[in-house]
C-alpha cells in the first residue's frame, strides 16, 4: 500500500473504500470534497472534518511529494472559503498561522474584495 494510502486511511478510516479506489491523489481530493462539505451539515461529524484536515496537512508538509502537496493546494485548500458551511467552521480546524500561510492559496477562487473580507473574517477571529 503507497504512502498516501495509508496515511489517508488512519486520518479518515470512514472512507476507506474511497481512498483504496482513488488512482491519485488528486483523484482522492475531488472525491473527498464532497464528503468534507456533507459532513458540516448537522450534527457536524468532526471526525471526518478534522481527518481530513489533518491528511491535507500531511500531504503538504510530511510527504515531501510536491505533486501531492499541489493536490492538496488545488482540490482541497483553494475551495475553502467557497463553501459557506465549511468557511463558518475553518476556525475550529485550522490555526491562525495555518491560515495565514495558505492566504495565497485562498485566492485562486475569490475575488480581491472577496479575499481580504475572507482574510480578515478569519484571521481576526481567536482559536
Do not use: N
Amino acid at each position: 500500500m503507497s504512502a498516501w494510502r495509508r496515511i489517508a486511511t488512519e486520518k479518515i478510516p470512514k472512507q476507506r473504500e474511497l481512498i483504496e479506489r482513488s488512482a491519485s491523489v488528486g483523484m482522492l481530493w475531488v472525491d473527498l470534497w464532497f464528503r468534507f462539505v456533507e459532513a458540516h451539515h448537522e450534527p457536524l461529524d468532526e471526525e471526518t472534518i478534522r481527518g481530513e484536515y489533518e491528511f491535507a496537512r500531511w500531504t503538504c508538509k510530511d510527504s515531501q511529494s510536491a505533486e501531492m502537496a499541489t493536490s492538496t493546494y488545488c482540490h482541497f485548500y483553494e475551495h475553502l472559503p467557497t463553501e459557506p458551511l465549511v468557511r463558518a467552521q475553518l476556525r475550529r480546524f485550522m490555526t491562525r498561522e495555518d491560515i495565514l500561510q495558505l492566504a495565497e492559496v485562498f485566492k485562486y477562487h475569490l475575488s480581491p474584495d472577496e479575499h481580504r473580507a475572507f482574510m480578515s473574517e478569519v484571521s481576526t477571529l481567536s482559536k
